[in-house]
């Protein structure tokens, strides 16, 4: 009774209101409303770490520009997808049929993100991929609303292939997760590692997120490759460097990765880290200010060293907090927020980095070693690498 009543009180209201010309204020409420930005994100699984991380340096992003967007305050939600991309459509629904989200920030895994695309082409919400590479997503399936601030899952890799011939390893086995991350990061390693003369002996793979190595490990020490190329993350990469040591390779067979391998993983991992080589878009010891700047407040605030998630986080912070600024906070203004973000410079703690046409980061790939828990920069592996974006018809 009561709420019926109370609907007929409101709606008497409106119609009030708009008899006398007192709309006005409707209207002006609704623009100064919150905007609605979703995560969708995996908080639990082998993944699990790396999406808070994200969260994390998405919200520092916008704490250290006084927690607005374009002047507007913000409302969060979050849903957590598990990295299970059967659920990847109803998941990205739940934000944005559900919750009504302007933005939907997601996500880490390349299947699950291959649904928030399908409802990103669908209903046209503003979508920011922070991690995951999916080739598709910038490329044969890119859309004006989607924009990617990390990489594509060939990138890191493209520049890996060189860095290992350089050192001497001319016969690798590469070995990695069975689906779409750890098959587009083969591209990449194939076409830069043959190109630069090397030969690759043995493709190994496992099912996405099983961590069971040792038959491919006793494999790998019978093949006896120069070197191992990888692409594994979080509690997986973790568990494969340590079991990678136990199995007495370590020091016969050198381990390179995507540096995906070595990221968040280094207390996990221990020693048998030491000496891996990858390269990546981030490091944690550049020396600029900027990223000085960035560890700092992250681990004051979080308690936690960054990793490239968090810096991926954060950017993906930047770009809305530039593509917002420039809107005034109305992002009902697709053509000029898109504008604003498509020639954004990302002030980031990785180097500044631009836009692609097809909406992927165009940025500098650092080979770094892992020295005392830390991803150290020891070079530069590609200046201003950029996805090809083949097959994106929007530019
Ligand atoms: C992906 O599935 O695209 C993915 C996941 C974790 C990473 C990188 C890529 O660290």
Known sequence: MTSRRLVLTRSAAVIGAASTGL???????AQSAKVRVGFMLPYTGTFAQLGVAIENGFRMAVNEQGGKLGGREIEYFKVDDESEPSKGI???????????????????????????????????????????????????????????????????????GKAMVDRGHKKAVWITWKYAAGDEAFEGFKESYTAAGGTIVKELGLPFPQVEFQALLTEIAALKPDAVACFFAGGGAAKFIRDYAASGLKDKIPLYGSGFLTEGVLDAAGPAANGIITTMHYSDSLPTLRNGQFRLNYAKTFRLQPDVYA????????????????????????????????????????????????????????LRVVENKENKVIGVAAKALADSGAGCKMA
């Open 311 to 366: 810096v991926q986080g954060y950017d993906t912070g930047l770009l809305l907090i530039q593509g917002a600024n420039a809107v005034k906070g109305d992002l009902n203004n697709k053509p000029a927020l898109y504008k604003a973000m498509e020639s954004a410079v990302i002030d980031s703690p990785r180097g500044k980095w631009t836009m692609s046409p097809s909406h992927n980061p165009v940025q500098d790939m650092y």
């Open 90 to 160: 109803e998941n990205a629904n739940k934000l944005v049929q559900r919750d009504k989200v302007d933005v939907l920030v997601g996500t880490v895994h390349s299947g699950v993100q291959m649904g928030i695309q399908k409802v990103a082409r669908d209903t046209g919400v503003l979508s920011l991929i922070p991690n995951a590479g999916v080739h598709a997503a910038t490329r044969s399936l890119c859309a004006p609303n989607v924009f990617r601030t990390s990489f594509t899952n060939s990138q890191p890799t493209r520049a890996l």
């Open 23 to 29: 709309l006005l204020p409707e209207i002006v409420r």
